[in-house]
């Protein structure tokens, strides 16, 4: 059995999703919730579903003496970037090669790097009038989005679709997608 963290920055509902998709499995057990916010929603979502949550400030997070005894703590084998913000050094890039993922708001190449994420994505979907969306699983990689391109899911846009409207349909492959991508990810390691 895997043992996941998963690293998040916001409210947390892709977090949520996870942890309960992998309740029940057999494939992995999310162990630790890790968000550089001490407001972020997620913690709380962890700890009501009984997963530690520790919060970790941008220098403790830079910091290999903090980050690697945490992760290895608690046993962790595959990190999930669901929703974080924070650049990923490079000793935590070497430490879990090939067993860090993230996931991206936008059908990589295309919206990727810095500065490119949450709405910040939706609003430039929507300005370059694409016809189309999706979410992208990526192994994260010293460049930003820039890992192999693990899966992709795609859904239209019509014209009349807001910011607000493509952010909530690229939602939706997020919530019915991740967490099987994952699954899938892990048994191929």
Known sequence: MH??????????TNCENIIRYFADRQSADVCLVVSNRADAYALVRARRLGVEAAVVDK?????????????KHHNID???????????????????PHRMIN????????????GMWGHHVHEA???AGETKTGMTV?????????GKII??????????????????KEHLLEMEHFPEVIEKTLEQL
């Not at 595959?78 to 879990?96: C, K, R, S, T, W």
């Not at 899966?151 to 009349?160: E, H, R």
Request: zero cysteines; charged letters at 20%; aromatic letters at 12%.
């Open 138 to 146: 990526h192994w994260v990689s010293k460049e930003i989005d820039g």
């Open 78 to 96: 595959f990190i999930v970037l669901a929703g974080f913000l924070l650049f990923i050094p490079d000793y935590m890039i070497e430490a879990y």
């Open 59 to 71: 220098k403790a997070f830079n910091d290999p003496k903090v980050m690697l005894p945490l992760l």
């Open 151 to 168: 899966a992709q899911f795609s859904t239209p846009i019509l014209p009349s679709d807001t910011v607000e409207d493509i952010a909530e």
């Open 103 to 114: 996931l991206h708001p936008a059908l990589l190449p295309k919206f990727g790097g810095k």
């Open 125 to 127: 979907v929507k300005a």
């Open 3 to 12: 043992h996941l963290a998963i690293f998040v920055s916001g409210s947390g």
